[in-house]
């Protein structure tokens, strides 16, 4: 079976892609190898019940996906943005750490991406450039939406401005956001708010280098 076209037909297709994964875990059915069961092993990494009251990275996953099937559509490559959402958290594997009590998965973004390129390279997926470079960006760059609205140190509009995906960001950026437990009508209003600052906010930037190339353009003449 080619796994890879099994799971883009089911996170493009179905309503609730989860289902469709959740029953071939429960089931013995979803391929235990690499690199395939490097998602399957999020099941056994716990997150910080404060910002994941719904449990592991799995099924934080599973309704990342939910969401995001309510809004491929929206995207600019559904098939990319999918397996983004379904690849988002994977950096988590590895960077979970237990620090003063509290889990914590500093870097899960950076990690995230490289172990991203790991996954698509295996399936020589990397010969599609646009999709590779589309997923890999998308996990990168998924943080990105709160450090920018926190302006956290970390934020990073360059990078994210020279991806030209910034419109997608933000939207796996509310499938993060709204794929964990349940929320309030105010909740989900300020996370839709939270997402139209940082589009703001990446446009004031791009508006800003413009006048800055356009001062530089005048000076030289």
Same mark, same amino acid.
């Given at each position: ?17 989860s ?5 071939l ?31 592991n ?34 950096g ?26 790991e ?7 990397? #010969? =599609?450039? %646009? ?6 960006? /998308?996990? @990168? ?6 450090? !920018?609205? &926190? ?15 910034? #419109? =997608?960001? %933000? ?6 956001? /709204?794929? @964990? ?6 909740? !989900?209003? &300020? ?14 930037y791009?508006?800003k ?8 353009? /005048?000076?030289?003449?």
């Open positions: 079976m080619n796994y890879f076209e099994e799971f883009t037909k089911h996170l493009l297709e179905d309503e609730k892609p289902i469709y994964f959740n029953n875990v429960e089931n013995n059915g979803y391929p235990d190898i690499y690199p395939y069961n490097m998602v399957l092993k999020l099941k056994d990494v716990e997150q910080n019940p404060k910002h994941h009251p719904e449990g990275v799995w099924i934080h996953t599973m309704m990342v996906i939910d969401e995001a099937a309510k809004r491929r559509d929206r995207s600019k490559e559904p098939k990319g943005f999918m397996w983004a959402a379904f690849l988002h958290d994977i988590k594997l590895t960077t979970t750490k237990l620090r003063r009590g509290y889990l914590t998965a500093y870097d899960h973004d950076k990690v995230g991406a490289r172990m991203t390129e996954f698509l390279t295996h399936l020589k997926l990397h #010969e =599609d450039k %646009g999709f590779y470079d589309y997923v890999v960006n /998308l996990v @990168r760059l998924h943080m990105q939406i709160l450090f !920018v609205v &926190k302006n956290n140190e970390f934020a990073d509009l360059n990078r994210v401005v020279k991806s030209g995906y910034i #419109e =997608d960001i %933000g939207l796996l950026g509310i499938c993060d956001r /709204l794929g @964990r437990g349940p929320k309030t009508e105010e909740e !989900v209003r &300020k996370e839709e708010r939270n997402i139209e600052i940082f589009l703001e906010r990446c446009q004031n791009i508006d280098r413009k006048r800055m190339a356009e001062t530089y353009n /005048l000076t030289e003449k």
